[in-house]
């Protein structure tokens, strides 16, 4: 077990780094291409490569949550305790922000923004449910059954979710916010923030309730004539 500020700084430096792949390839494609779906591949691919990397290499010290949603629905597990889980959250949030700059900064732009794309509406939120839910089952079955398999299995979820959800999936509450301080390709408009947060948590509490029922372990049915046999 690495201790709490190794595990911090984790959780800070990956999301950071998940972020500025986010955004930076996003700048890349859109600077490389001006077909929208070409554009969006280039920003899919790195993402998901990008999560296999950084799961890998930085689960065994903090977990690799670098997802607000996903450090909520382990504390309600009871894996980690709340006070911990509330600092994860906070530096998950600065390390989103962090990332954001560095991939301004490295494409030679303004270091802040204010993202001015409209991303907003019932299909936008439920796909949002959608993402989150679907990572978070992800994540719980994973670790269930194929727990050495979870840095492909989250980096492909999410590869696909990027084209069959009409958001793009965000299904982080640390990345949205970050992504709402670019005004590039993967930008979000800050008063849209509200909706697509709540309806990460949404997806990730259904998720939460769902596996507790799914993933339970049956208990053994009990065998009468073995009690008959006792009771003789």
């Known amino acids: 077990m690495f201790d709490l500020s190794r595990r911090l ?3 800070a430096l990956g999301t950071a780094m998940l972020v500025a792949t986010v955004v930076g390839s996003g700048i890349m494609a859109d600077r490389l291409s001006a077909d929208v779906a070409i554009s969006l591949l280039g920003n899919t691919i790195p993402t998901g490569a ?3 990397v950084l799961i890998t290499l930085l ?8 997802n607000p949603a996903v450090t909520m629905v382990f504390a309600l597990r009871r894996e980690i305790p709340v006070r911990v889980a ?11 922000v962090a990332g954001t700059i560095l991939a301004h900064a490295m494409f030679d732009l303004p270091l802040w923004q ?12 439920l796909a949002e449910v ?3 839910f679907g990572l978070v089952l992800t994540i719980l079955a994973g670790l269930r059954f194929r727990s050495d398999a979870i840095p492909w299995l989250v980096g492909l ?13 965000f299904a982080n509450p640390a990345v949205a916010m970050a992504r709402s301080l ?3 390709f993967a930008g979000i408009r800050p008063g849209d923030l509200p909706g697509f947060i709540l309806a990460e948590i949404a997806g990730a509490s259904v998720a939460l309730l769902l596996t507790g029922w799914l993933l339970a372990e049956s208990k053994p049915l009990t065998q009468p004539l073995a009690h008959m046999k006792g009771a003789e």
């Open 130 to 132: 959608v993402a989150t």
């Open 59 to 66: 689960g065994p010290i903090s977990g690799a949550h670098f």
């Open 50 to 52: 990008m999560l296999v």
């Open 9 to 11: 700084t984790t959780e």
């Open 182 to 184: 670019t005004d590039t």
């Open 114 to 125: 204010v993202s001015a794309t409209i991303r907003t509406g019932p299909g936008q939120w």
């Open 157 to 169: 979820y999410i590869t696909a979710a990027y084209w069959f959800t009409a958001s793009t999936s």
């Open 86 to 96: 509330c600092f994860y959250i906070a530096v998950q949030f600065a390390g989103g």
